[in-house]
């Protein structure tokens, strides 16, 4: 990166924040000169995330936040904009996984995981949109999934909260871009993180995984985080209700 870095003098949010993706974006917002907010469930990872952090030269702040509470989203933004001065960024990352077929699926897996992926992001960008609305500029920034652009046997609630995610992505980009603000997905396929250890672990479940991907690897978190900073920056001010497939190329099939 040439001359000043690019979010210098910015004030980020994380959510899903303490591991894997969401750690590996926090850590690049930081690299590129913003302050960042980080949220999750478990303080202890927040906290170790917060260190990194702040060795970065980056002021952190750890909010241990259950995105699918509106007190407690609300109480992280307030928190955010108390002791960080502002909020310009924010990344809605947290998210869970069910992986059953639909007829053995009990209802509140299926609850979990449209309270997380869908409700934990509306929450946290209608909490933060409203200082954003206020201050006439600002940068949303949803995790979406390729999953939301194909059929997966045994992950409906994961492909239809992931694509309500990307609808929901394009309505607030209409709704807000009056007020200066863009919002923009990101729809990552494979990525080697913590979450598929197991996985990448296993010879023959890796070469399943793999033969789905045109590739033939998994990403490695900074291929998306490089594409989180451009959309969190001044780069994508004329950029607004897009999601962006960062896969190997499985959903291009």
């Not at 959510?15 to 000169?33: D, I, K, N, S």
């Not at 896969?247 to 291009?252: H, L, M, N």
């Amino acid at each position: 990166m040439s001359g000043a870095p690019s979010l210098l003098g910015r004030t980020a949010v994380v959510t899903g924040a303490g591991r894997g993706l969401g750690r590996a974006m926090a850590m690049a917002l930081a690299e590129a000169g913003a302050d960042v907010a980080l949220a999750a469930r478990s303080k202890d990872q927040l906290e170790e995330v917060a260190a990194d952090v702040e060795r970065l030269g980056r002021r952190a702040l750890a909010v241990p936040t259950d995105v699918t509470n509106a007190t407690a989203v609300q109480h992280l933004v307030d928190t955010t904009v108390a002791e960080l001065g502002g909020l310009d960024v924010l990344v809605n990352n947290s998210g869970v996984i069910d992986s059953s077929p639909l007829l053995d699926q009990d209802p509140a897996a299926w609850d979990r995981v449209m309270d997380t992926n869908v409700r934990g992001t509306y929450l946290a960008t209608r909490a933060a949109g409203r200082h954003m609305v206020a201050q006439g500029r600002g940068k949303v920034v949803n995790i979406a999934s390729n999953f939301a652009f194909t059929g997966v046997a045994d992950h409906a609630a994961y492909c239809t909260s992931k694509a309500a995610v990307v609808a929901f992505t394009r309505a607030m980009a209409v709704e807000w871009a009056r007020h200066g603000i863009q919002v923009n997905a990101l729809a990552p396929g494979y990525f080697a993180t913590d979450m598929n250890a197991a996985v990448r672990a296993d010879p023959d479940s890796l070469a399943k995984v793999l033969r789905a991907v045109p590739a033939r690897r998994m990403g490695e978190p900074h291929e998306l985080s490089a594409w989180l900073v451009l959309l969190a920056g001044p780069a994508s001010d004329f950029m607004t209700g897009e999601t962006i497939v960062v896969d190997g190329g499985q959903t291009a099939r």
